[in-house]
């Protein structure tokens, strides 16, 4: 293997989970998530790598923040981390309530009664 690519023979799941628990324990939730939604720990491995990469960009809270909300949807995937960190949804919503599914009340809103 070429020399710029033999640090990924020390990758591991264990490694990967230390290194998340050293952000908070909603990233080692999300990162454990990860590794489980792939049929092996090796298709895990980039994604686990670039979520634990925005913890230098963005910081550990914000990072540990995101993996809340992403873990809300049930969307295990380093996009979901990215799109989380760029529109500021791990700031601008409160993490711990979930979201509504209750349609708003407004005049232009029909209902069901209407197709009845």
């Known amino acids: 293997m ?14 990967f989970l230390q290194r998340a628990e050293e952000v908070g324990q909603a990233c080692r939730d ?10 092996h720990p ?4 980039k994604s686990c790598q670039g979520v634990l990469s925005f913890a230098a960009r963005a910081g550990h809270k914000r990072l540990n923040d995101a993996c809340k909300r992403a873990i809300q949807y049930s969307d295990y995937s380093y996009h979901t981390i990215r799109i ?19 349609v708003p009340l407004h005049r232009n809103i029909r209902g069901k009664e209407y197709y009845n």
């Open 42 to 45: 090796e298709q895990a491995y």
């Open 2 to 15: 070429a020399s710029k690519h033999r640090y990924q023979t020390d990758w591991n799941p264990g490694k």
């Open 30 to 39: 999300y990162i454990t998530g990860i590794i489980e939604s792939r049929q």
């Open 84 to 102: 989380i960190l760029e529109k500021g949804y791990d700031k601008t919503i409160p993490v711990d309530e979930p979201p509504s599914n209750e």
